[in-house]
């Protein structure tokens, strides 16, 4: 016997900068956005009929509409608008999951129409929708981050094939790439289950991206693993509408250029930044009671 197995389609990465243009001064939101559906979609692959599907052409173009009908404010509320839409208006679509990733700009010499595209930092949502429940995941990606000082490496298992030094003072440096979970959302609204409502997802998305660099400058770290743990427990100390945190840290190594050849001492001031390979540092960190993630994560 063959089956079907999960399925879902939708329109990966569409790219919309919306401007809004109030006087001189002018807004700039500059995503993209990925959809996704999922439901009553068996007689799509088993038969040929596409009596059930949306479009993909069609999610693309709401989503543009959307951007001038409802504007864009946080990535987040535009991605349950559009997930709640899908759902509601479609009565093959039982899911959706709206992907957005928002590149951030500055103004340019303070003027109202200049703008440069500011740091290397991606901000995340994934919005699930399932015509009860809302879930959100926040987060970003290459807030890039370094310490001169207060990391050392030690104690470390040594077998056949280790040749690392132990080390009581290097440079620790990342990547970060962070995502948060949020308590379940009620249809229609924006906040979390448990009156703990991320109302403003702006404030949320700051304070915790605020927690993740509080505790990456002030964990004296002994491994990357521990700072990992760190910033994930900072952020869900900080942020009472986070229940969970996953991290992904590559280690980006320095390494001491010996300058011995030369004639030269090198006490800790020349390093190589090396590329790759990366040591790869991922984890969990979450409160023991948080609520059951659902699809959230998918
Ligand atoms: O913080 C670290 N964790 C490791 O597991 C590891 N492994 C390694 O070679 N260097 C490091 N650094």
Known sequence: MIVLGPNRYGKA????????????????????VSTSLSGAMDD????????????????KNTVYA??????????????LLLARHFVDSQPSVHRA????????????????????????????CVAHY???????????????????????????VKDAYTTLPETGDRILATAVEASWRHAATPPGGTGAEGGE?????????????QALLAAFAGTYSRSLQQTLYAMGARVIADCPEIC??????????????????????????????????????????????????????E
């Open 197 to 209: 409502a991320p109302t403003d997802w702006d404030k949320s998305y700051e304070s915790a991206r």
């Open 97 to 124: 999951r709206v992907a957005i990733e928002e590149y951030a700009w500055e103004r340019n010499a303070g003027s109202g129409h200049s703008f440069v595209r500011s740091g290397g930092e991606v901000r995340t």
């Open 44 to 59: 799509v692959h088993l038969t040929g009929d596409n009596s059930a599907v949306l479009t993909t052409d069609a999610q």
């Open 13 to 32: 990465e569409i790219r919309v900068v919306r401007v809004t243009r109030n006087g001189d001064a002018h807004r700039l939101k500059d995503l993209n």
């Open 244 to 297: 969970e945190v996953r991290l992904s840290l590559p280690n980006r190594h320095h390494f001491l250029v010996d300058l011995a050849p030369f004639g030269l001492d090198n006490p800790d001031e020349v390093y190589l930044a090396a590329d790759r390979p990366y040591g790869l540092i991922e984890g969990t960190v979450l409160r023991d009671d948080a609520p059951p993630a659902g699809p959230a994560w």
């Open 66 to 79: 959307f951007a001038r009908k409802h504007g864009i404010g946080a990535i987040e509320d535009f991605a």
């Open 130 to 156: 399932d015509g009860s429940a809302a879930r959100m995941v926040c987060g970003l990606r290459d807030l890039v981050v370094l310490n001169t000082t207060n990391s050392e490496f030690r104690g470390f």
